[in-house]
């Protein structure tokens, strides 16, 4: 349960992680028909001047949502969603999903928040970075 | 990709590419959202971890502040296959990196690879079991610059999902890099 009065930019939300291969792949595959050769095959990866083959783009998204989620529950809904998908999620990365608060708006029925969100891998790389804006209720 | 003269930058946006920004690249309906649709894509969004209740469990949902079980928001109920158009659609847009001019009747940039640059969405009414999706799409403004990839072209897909209801789902620009 989110303390709404408490709440301050800088505050972290917990992450989200996942170890990320093909079988976490496959089954974002079968759900979206994203049988994708550059995810499903290290030689086609490389074809496209990649190190293998790479995670989906709309699994990251996915885990930023997840991230988000996570925090929310069922205290309010996300409004807007962005990011960019600025380094590819390799086989066997742990990635995670983060958040940071970075602005807190309150209106007449709640309160908008203002995240920055990424993912990163294991090392703290980022491989997502964006921006998300929730509605929190009172 | 067009020629550029020694001493002119070159471009991969040809006149008649600048001629359809603004056309209609897609229009689908999809299949009414079933609570399985709804069960499996949280099982993979979650996977190997449980996904939260208020997706698969139905009591869970009822008590909820939605009042049943919603579809995650990043939810695809076009997976697979769509309503309209009919049939199965084995699309090379994956793979084809002149698929969107192609779909508009001209020639594309001949850039051999793309990727998903990013995406930008606002979100709207909720999607529950039982919803049928309508989304249009809309080529964007396209722009260019060299990279470490060389030339890369960004193509923004201007995209609106609204629901049987009439009700704004979500507003998606998703951008295309191709290089």
């Known amino acids: ?51 293998g083959a790479i995670g989906m783009g709309n699994l990251q998204w996915a885990y930023l949502h997840n991230v988000v ?37 309150p ?24 921006a998300c804006t929730v ?3 009172r | 990709m067009a020629d550029a003269a020694e001493g002119q930058t070159r471009t991969a946006i040809s006149a008649d590419m600048q001629k359809v920004v603004g056309s209609e690249l897609s229009r689908m309906v999809s299949y009414p959202i079933s609570e399985s649709d709804v069960r499996k894509w949280a099982l993979a969004i979650y996977y190997p971890e449980e996904p939260p209740a208020r997706f698969w469990d139905q009591d869970a949902a009822a008590g909820s502040p939605a009042g049943g079980i919603v579809a995650p928001e990043d939810f695809n109920p076009f997976a697979w296959l769509r309503a309209q158009p ?27 690879n793309q990727l998903n640059g990013g995406v930008s969405v606002e979100y709207g009414a909720p999607m529950r079991p039982g919803d049928v999706i309508t989304s249009v799409t809309r080529l964007g403004q396209y722009s260019e610059r060299e990279g470490s990839l060389g030339l890369m072209l960004f ?25």
């Open chain 2, 155 to 179: 193509t923004p897909m201007e995209t609106t999902w609204t629901n049987q209801g009439g009700e704004m789902v979500k507003r998606q620009t998703l951008v295309l890099i191709r290089y």
């Open chain 2, 86 to 112: 009919r049939g199965v659609s084995r699309s090379s847009a994956a793979t084809d990196a002149d698929s969107t001019e192609r779909s508009l009747g001209i020639e594309g940039p001949h850039l051999m």
């Open chain 1, 69 to 105: 989620r996570q925090w929310l529950g069922d205290q309010g809904r996300i409004v807007k969603m962005s990011c960019q998908f600025r380094n590819p999620n390799l086989r066997n990365q742990t990635v995670s999903a983060c958040g940071r608060v970075t602005r807190i708006e």
């Open chain 1, 1 to 51: 349960m989110i303390d709404v009065s408490s709440l301050k930019a800088g505050d972290e939300l917990e992450p989200f992680s996942r170890t990320t291969d093909f079988h976490v792949w496959n089954r974002y595959a079968a759900v979206n028909d994203e049988y994708v050769p550059i995810h499903m095959d290290d030689e086609a990866g490389r074809a496209a001047g990649l190190p």
């Open chain 1, 107 to 130: 209106g007449p029925d709640g309160v908008e928040v203002d995240l920055e969100v990424w993912t990163q891998d294991q090392d703290g790389h980022k491989l997502a970075p964006g």
């Open chain 1, 135 to 137: 509605h929190l209720d």
